[in-house]
């Protein structure tokens, strides 16, 4: 590309030389769709005929046929000229120049041969009107400028290899109906790719009924540079090429860079040829389209027979060495299945062979037995490839040997079935995906393409090939199946180019087809299972493939959406090791270095409401404590060990999870704790319990040093309450680095309306957390002023007080066979009672319901009767006083 670039500069000054040379050249040029006349010419070497379409380069020694084919009722004479050229700068002699006049019947029936000399470099013809003098004029200008006719002859062989592409792509085009947008896209995607051409994007924009009429308008097709095409054009000895159509594609008058099929020659030669401008002559250039031995001219002008007469100048292929084809499969790693009905092989690289038929007798020569087997090959743009004449059948091999020789094939016109492999891959259900090596069997050989490049035996490349099903079809990877949505998955088999559709039969009995691709890694398939309403279960993969009447199946299994590993967080010491993620609620249990370790018991409301010991998480679908059974010793783990945690899921499923053991956490014991003495009748029956209006003191011990900088988190089970001690504020006091004593002023610390249980960890000045241990459930005591009872003992006591709410019921005795219950929302200030013995009556808080406490109030007398509705009774505990 950037030669071809820099071409384009270095010619600018000589087009920009040569435009002012005649007013012509300010006209915009004319398309080359104008019929000329027909020339017939074959060429013969070494004993062996070709006819021109066929014939990419001449060579000295080489007998040139060549006779006018002009209709008998042509009635101006043409004298056909064929001159040898030897470079610009060289004259050709006068023996180099062929006089044949077309109108003499011998030359008519018979033709002229002439022979290629040695030394020469192009060959040119022209057709002229007879006139006196016309063949020494002709010849003068030859000799005079040979530099103009021998870029003339290399524009004129590249423009019609360019045109060549540009027809094709337009025929093969035309062929798909105008309403199949899809086949649109496919095709001319196809013919991009084997004619190296880009098409105009924005067709593929319009309307879908536009869409081929803006594809096979002339123009909308850019040319990529084609080496190949230029080099069998070019027979300059010192390489150079002028490039004069592609420099003109890249002028205004071409369009800017969209290359038209008719424009790129007709810029240059008409400035080349106008040049030359006699008052006998002037010379018009001749695109040839080659078919069979005929050279169908066409022209962009029409031929003047009055003073200047026009002169057709033709261009015959260059007198070099042949260029063979570069051809390339499109994607080396394709594998091309030979069992299909109809085969394609997708190569590119070479545009002339799929525009042109200098390639010619093609073949595809398959490795095999006993040298192997040719099957003829037909290049075609329209498919994207070399298409097989024929598929082969394989020879059943001796089946000792069968799995170490290679195919035998025999040309055939249609492909017989083979026998499969009766074994498949399976998945049980503990373990839904087994993996295993790959087959040492393989379905695949190898072919090279070779074929003739005019007279010149070429060798193409070599394609892989598949000649048999694929067998011993597994999953390839651990890759779950999962319910609900769409999925891929990876299918290995000793050859997967072969596979015609795969499709799926769920547990249900409904079959889903299913989307596949070749995948990356060789004999692998990509394929997308949907499964957005298909439910968890068992399912069969069944792959259809071309040669095998049946069908070759694949049990895998669906799963639910899979717990998700975020961390697992392990610290030395520990018994326990904490996962976050979700869907948790299907690990069953942990494993590391031969350590089981299971769900911890989740936390119940009952030791949630007290003071009993709790996990150090809730267990919940994003966090889970794992424990080693009970009574276990710590593991002996090292810290910064970088571990592998396998997880086992309550499906059989195994996840992973790499984990790097922390350091120890710190962790402190409860020592003691103090609650002051209160002047409160109340005598609550656990030291557990600690009133929300007193001051808490407690100690704690910690194995190892206790950080100054650290710190004790305290809070609730929901953490709604939350408070920290430490020695910076005073708080939390180090009587020894092992000992530690802790102050807590609930009120300061939560306010009025702290209630339930608190519990209490160590916090290192990193923010590492220990365990939680429980401290106290906070309890609010209401006030009771006086119990008061008649001098009837069977009439009840009225008991009087304030912040009554916080009472959940009183009774006489301690097992509450008839409490009074305070119901919720309680705002009087009595409740009545049996009458108490002198030891007092029982409390159970609404913040404790759990405890029985006792209340030590003399009893005094009644002084007047209740009023009625101001307080709760044992016969009426639900009534709500009036106010």
Not at 85 to 101: H, S
Not at 781 to 804: I, V
């Amino acid at each position: 590309m950037m030669a071809s670039v820099f071409r384009r500069f270095r010619l600018a000054g000589t087009l920009a030389a040569l435009l002012s040379v005649s007013s012509l050249l300010y006209a915009d040029p004319a398309r080359f769709d104008l019929a000329g006349p027909k020339v017939d010419v074959h060429v013969t070497r070494a004993g062996k005929t070709l006819p021109i379409a066929q014939v990419p380069n001449l060579q000295p020694g080489d007998k040139i046929w060549l006779r006018a084919d002009l209709p008998p009722t042509q009635s101006v004479h043409y004298l056909l000229v064929a001159v040898f050229l030897r470079g610009t700068t060289n004259p050709p002699p006068d023996n180099w120049f062929t006089e044949i006049q077309t109108w003499n019947k011998k030359v008519r029936e018979e033709g002229v041969t002439i022979t290629v000399p040695a030394e020469a470099q192009q060959v040119i013809l022209f057709l002229a009107p007879e006139t006196g003098g016309d063949f020494s004029t002709l010849r003068s200008a030859v000799r005079g400028r040979p530099g103009i006719f021998v870029r003339a002859s290399q524009d004129l062989i590249e423009s019609g290899f360019e045109q060549a592409r540009i027809e094709t792509y337009l025929a093969a085009i035309r062929r798909v109906p105008p309403d199949d947008a899809k086949g649109l896209a496919e095709h001319s995607d196809l013919l991009s790719r084997t004619l190296n051409l880009k098409p105009n994007a924005d067709c593929f924009k319009r309307p879908v009924d536009t869409q081929s009429t803006c594809l096979t308008q002339a123009g909308n097709q850019t040319l990529l540079d084609d080496g190949h095409g230029q080099s069998v054009a070019d027979a300059l000895n010192d390489g150079s090429n002028s490039d004069l159509i592609n420099q003109a594609s890249y002028t205004r008058l071409a369009g800017g860079g969209n290359y038209s099929p008719y424009v790129g020659a007709i810029v240059d030669l008409i400035r080349i040829t106008s040049t030359l401008h006699t008052a006998k002559y002037q010379y018009i250039p001749a695109i040839a389209f080659p078919d069979g031995d005929a050279l169908n001219l066409r022209l962009n002008t029409p031929p003047s027979f009055n003073n200047p007469k026009s002169v057709i100048v033709i261009g015959l292929p260059a007198i070099q060495a042949a260029v063979p084809p570069p051809l390339r499969p499109t994607d080396p790693k394709d594998i091309a299945c030979l069992l299909k009905p109809a085969v394609v092989l997708p190569v590119e690289g070479a545009p002339l062979v799929f525009a042109t038929a200098l390639a010619h007798d093609l073949v595809l020569h398959v490795d095999g037995p006993g040298g192997g087997t040719d099957i003829p090959v037909t290049p075609d743009a329209f498919r994207g490839g070399l298409v097989l004449a024929h598929t082969p059948t394989r020879k059943p091999l001796p089946l000792e040997t069968s799995s170490e020789l290679e195919a035998t094939f025999e040309p055939t016109a249609e492909a017989s079935p083979n026998t499969k492999s009766d074994t498949a891959a399976t998945a049980d259900g503990s373990h839904p995906v087994k993996t295993a090596s790959t087959s040492l069997n393989s379905s695949t050989v190898t072919g090279t393409i070779s074929g003739f490049w005019g007279f010149d035996p070429f060798k193409g490349p070599t394609i892989q090939l598949q000649d048999t099903p694929g067998k011993d079809w597994k999953l390839a990877d651990s890759d779950l199946l999962i319910a609900g949505r769409e999925n891929h998955l990876m299918l290995s088999s000793t050859g997967t180019a072969c596979v015609d559709a795969i499709s799926l039969d769920t547990a249900s009995g409904k079959t889903v087809e299913a989307k596949w691709k070749p995948a990356d890694k060789p004999a692998t398939v990509d394929v997308t299972v949907p499964l957005k309403a298909i439910d968890p279960g068992a399912l069969h993969l069944a792959i259809k493939q071309f040669g095998d009447a049946k069908d070759e199946t694949v049990v895998a299994r669906t799963y639910s959406e899979p717990a998700r590993l975020t961390a697992l967080e392990l610290h030395s010491g520990d018994t326990t090791a904490d996962l976050t993620g979700s869907s948790l609620d299907q690990v069953q249990q942990l494993t590391i270095n031969n350590l089981v370790f299971i769900p911890a018991p989740p936390a119940t409301p009952s030791n949630q409401d007290t003071a009993t010991p709790a996990p150090a998480v809730t267990n919940s679908d994003t966090q889970l404590r794992l424990t080693l059974p009970p009574n276990s010793q710590a593991p002996k783990l090292r810290v910064g060990d970088h571990l592998n945690a396998s997880f086992s899921l309550k499906d059989g499923r195994n996840l992973t999870l790499p984990v790097t053991v922390s350091p120890a956490r710190p962790s402190v014991t409860l020592l003691n704790k103090n609650m002051g003495d209160s002047n409160s009748p109340i005598h609550l029956a656990t030291q557990d319990d600690l009133p929300a209006d007193q001051q808490l003191t407690f100690s704690l011990k910690s194995p190892v040093p206790f950080p100054r900088a650290g710190k004790i988190e305290i809070t609730n089970a929901d953490d709604s309450l939350h408070s920290t001690l430490s020695v910076s504020e005073g708080n939390l006091v180090l009587q020894n680095p092992h000992t530690l004593l802790a102050t807590l002023d609930p009120l300061k610390a939560f306010g009025t309306s702290a209630f339930g249980p608190l519990r209490l960890r160590p916090v290192s000045p990193d923010g590492t957390t220990g365990d939680w241990l429980p401290l106290v459930t906070l309890v609010r005591l209401p006030t009771f002023t006086a119990l008061r009872c008649p001098s009837d003992t069977t009439q009840p006591c009225t008991l009087t007080g304030s912040s009554l709410y916080l009472v959940d019921s009183i009774a006489t005795d301690s097992t509450f066979t008839t409490p009074t219950t305070v119901p919720e929302g309680f705002v009087g200030t009595s409740l009545t009672l049996p009458r108490p013995a002198k030891t007092g009556f029982y409390l159970r808080l609404r913040d404790d319901p759990t405890a029985t406490n006792t209340v030590t109030l003399p009893i005094l007398p009644q002084a007047a009767a209740s009023s009625p509705g101001t307080s709760a009774s044992a016969t009426n505990p639900k009534n709500l006083p009036k106010n």
